[in-house]
Each structure stands twice: as structure tokens, then as C-alpha cells.
């Protein structure tokens, strides 16, 4: 697991969801300021040329703030699992790389994935979403890590029990050589994740 630096989480670690909503949310609120500001600040000069720059710079403005606005909005109502999921989880690093607060897109559907387990044979994710067609979302994961050269060996549980009793299950990640597929695969897992 990645380690943190200074208060910053990073993809797959605990609590994401929500240090980047605070951090998306708030270069909206810087952007949608500076909008403003430069939009009242027409009003104190008598330039016309002045006046068109500052309405051009807060036209241009709204492009990069609605960038980060969109995926903010998309996101906003999935947060970090409870603390007692991440208590029953923690303690089965053993068994493979654990992701925490992944949200997973593509073209048609938003895959909130509050917990992942990437094992040498297979990966294991909890969605707690009831609107996730589980069917879909695996033949989207697998046919990812399949055109990523990685087993498309994917399964999303929906039911918390059932995960944690599913990868309580796995073998040890130590009795498998290691190829390097464990982090590429949850390479692959941030990379598709917002």
C-alpha cells in the first residue's frame, strides 16, 4: 500500500473518496471565485479594452473549472466505506493488494468499487451501489485486464459478508510466485478509476 505523505491519500488507499471530494471541491470553489472576481472587477475600470480582457479571461475561466466540476458531481454521493469494513479488511493484507475507494468508469456506467482484492489468481471487489449491474461491470473489468495481458478473472459482490468471507477464503499471496501481476493489475484498477 502506497504511504502517505503529509495528510495526502492517494487511489486504492482508505479514505480517498473523501480527501478528493475536499480537494476537487475546493479548486471548484477557487475557480468559480475567480470567475467572479474577474467578472466584478469590469465594473472598476472605464478601459473598454480592459473590460473585453476581463470578460474573455472569465469566459475562459469556466472551461477548466466545469473539468473538475463534472467528475465532482458524478461522484459526489459515493463516499469512503465505514471504518468497520476497513477494520475487517485490513488484516487480510496477506492475502493480497488491497484498494480502498476506487470509482471505476467508462462509457456507460460509474462502478463505485468500495473495496478491492487483487490476488495472483483472481479480483475480488465490493460495490455496496444497489443501481450496479454486477454482470456488466465484470465483463467490462475482465475485458480490460484482458487487453492489459492480465487473467479476466474479476468478481463484484455486492453483499459485504459474502466479500469478506470470499477473500478470507484465498490462499496467502506468498504461496504464489510472484510475477508482477498483482500490482500491474491494481495499476490497471487506479488508472480506470477518477
Same mark, same amino acid.
Given at each position: 500500500?502506497?504511504?502517505? @505523505?503529509?495528510?495526502?491519500?492517494?487511489?486504492?488507499?482508505?479514505?480517498?473518496?473523501?480527501?478528493?471530494?475536499?480537494?476537487?471541491?475546493?479548486?471548484?470553489?477557487?475557480?468559480?471565485?475567480?470567475?467572479?472576481?474577474?467578472?466584478?472587477?469590469?465594473?472598476?475600470? /472605464?478601459?473598454?479594452?480592459?473590460?473585453?480582457?476581463?470578460?474573455?479571461?472569465?469566459?475562459?475561466?469556466?472551461?477548466?473549472?466545469?473539468?473538475?466540476?463534472?467528475?465532482?458531481?458524478?461522484?459526489?454521493?459515493?463516499?469512503? +466505506?465505514?471504518?468497520?469494513?476497513?477494520?475487517?479488511? +485490513?488484516?487480510? /493484507?496477506?492475502?493480497?493488494?488491497?484498494?480502498?475507494?476506487?470509482?471505476?468508469?467508462?462509457?456507460?456506467?460509474?462502478?463505485?468499487?468500495? @473495496?478491492?482484492? @487483487?490476488?495472483?489468481?483472481?479480483?475480488? *471487489?465490493? +460495490? %455496496? %451501489?444497489?443501481?450496479?449491474? *454486477?454482470?456488466? *461491470?465484470?465483463?467490462?473489468?475482465?475485458?480490460?485486464?484482458?487487453?492489459?495481458?492480465?487473467?479476466?478473472?474479476?468478481?463484484?459482490?455486492?453483499?459485504? !459478508?459474502?466479500?469478506?468471507?470470499?477473500? !478470507? /477464503?484465498?490462499?496467502?499471496?506468498?504461496?504464489? /510466485?510472484?510475477?508482477?501481476?498483482?500490482?500491474?493489475?491494481?495499476?490497471?484498477?487506479?488508472?480506470?478509476?477518477?
Amino acid at each position: 500500500m502506497a504511504e502517505q @505523505v503529509k495528510g495526502k491519500k492517494v487511489k486504492g488507499q482508505y479514505g480517498y473518496r473523501d480527501y478528493h471530494r475536499k480537494i476537487q471541491l475546493m479548486k471548484v470553489l477557487f475557480g468559480a471565485a475567480m470567475i467572479l472576481v474577474q467578472l466584478l472587477a469590469r465594473n472598476f475600470t /472605464e478601459n473598454q479594452a480592459a473590460r473585453n480582457v476581463l470578460t474573455l479571461m472569465a469566459i475562459l475561466s469556466v472551461l477548466p473549472t466545469a473539468n473538475v466540476a463534472s467528475p465532482l458531481l458524478a461522484s459526489w454521493k459515493y463516499k469512503t +466505506c465505514s471504518p468497520e469494513l476497513f477494520q475487517k479488511t +485490513c488484516g487480510l /493484507e496477506k492475502t493480497g493488494l488491497l484498494l480502498y475507494d476506487l470509482i471505476v468508469t467508462s462509457k456507460e456506467m460509474i462502478l463505485p468499487l468500495d @473495496v478491492v482484492m @487483487v490476488h495472483p489468481n483472481t479480483v475480488v *471487489a465490493y +460495490c %455496496s %451501489s444497489p443501481k450496479i449491474d *454486477a454482470k456488466k *461491470a465484470e465483463k467490462y473489468l475482465n475485458e480490460t485486464f484482458q487487453a492489459h495481458r492480465l487473467d479476466g478473472n474479476v468478481k463484484i459482490i455486492s453483499e459485504e !459478508r459474502q466479500f469478506v468471507k470470499r477473500v !478470507r /477464503e484465498l490462499k496467502p499471496m506468498g504461496e504464489y /510466485e510472484d510475477d508482477g501481476s498483482v500490482e500491474y493489475g491494481a495499476g490497471v484498477l487506479k488508472s480506470l478509476s477518477m
